[in-house]
T-cell receptor, first 112, second 115 residues
Framework: GENVEQHPSTLSVQEGDSAVIKCTYS??????FPWYKQELGKRPQLIIDIRSNVGEKKDQRIAVTLNKTAKHFSLHITETQPEDSAVYFC???????????FGTGTRLKVLA | GAVVSQHPSWVICKSGTSVKIECRSLDFQATTMFWYRQFPKQSLMLMAT?????????EQGVEKDKFLINHASLTLSTLTVTSAHPEDSSFYIC???????????FGDGTRLSIL
């Protein structure tokens, strides 16, 4: 079955710097890759997503890149702010399925 | 848009009690709803997938008689933790999707504490 690996597990950056989180998936049929941000005790919130027919997508300070050949995708946050501090989860959705396979999460700390 | 409401947000009850958690999609019809369990500092673990009007599909290791799921309409799914015990204490989160390949939108979660 599908397996999603996420790195790093924790990441500390200075305010204003960039943060990059990487995920690798195993199922080449996976075709949808969302990223969620979860603050402590709250719901995961969809922040950006990408489908397999696109290589890159950007929304203001957040971007996601997808390399289908290597089966990995990355979240890029530029000009980080303290409010970006949270746990970020990547996920992969296999073709013909409803189920997400989540990564293990990255705890991002933005230091003021 | 795509708002999912989950209630209650916090439950504290005695061992042996059954607890029902509701998940509603407020502004869209959810073909499929999902129930997750999340332990502190861990990822979301899928418990079951439910489609409106049919039986839920449970993940391996999840007891279907312990965690009863009902998806009676396109906007409502319920999870009942039957005869809850302290080891059932966790953060339970539902999500809803409009269809295959569509994003999942999450509820606020329910923190369940069994004494």
């Amino acid at each position: 079955g599908e397996n999603v690996e996420q790195h790093p597990s924790t990441l500390s950056v200075q305010e204003g710097d960039s943060a990059v989180i990487k995920c690798t998936y195993s199922d080449s049929a996976s075709n949808y890759f969302p990223w969620y941000k979860q603050e402590l005790g709250k719901r995961p919130q969809l922040i950006i997503d990408i489908r397999s027919n696109v290589g890159e997508k950007k929304d203001q300070r957040i971007a996601v890149t997808l390399n289908k050949t290597a089966k990995h995708f990355s979240l890029h946050i530029t000009e980080t702010q303290p409010e970006d501090s949270a746990v970020y989860f990547c996920a992969a959705l296999g073709g013909g399925t409803y189920k997400y396979i989540f990564g293990t999460g990255t705890r991002l700390k933005v230091l003021a | 848009g795509a708002v999912v409401s989950q209630h209650p947000s916090w439950v504290i009850c005695k061992s042996g009690t059954s607890v029902k958690i509701e998940c509603r999609s407020l502004d869209f019809q959810a073909t499929t709803m999902f129930w997750y369990r999340q332990f502190p500092k861990q990822s979301l673990m899928l418990m079951a997938t439910s489609n409106e009007g049919s039986k839920a599909t449970y993940e391996q290791g999840v007891e279907k008689d312990k965690f009863l799921i009902n998806h009676a309409s396109l906007t409502l799914s319920t999870l009942t933790v039957t005869s809850a015990h302290p080891e059932d204490s966790s953060f339970y989160i539902c999500s809803a999707s409009q269809g295959m390949g569509q994003p999942q939108h999450f509820g606020d979660g329910t923190r369940l504490s069994i004494l």
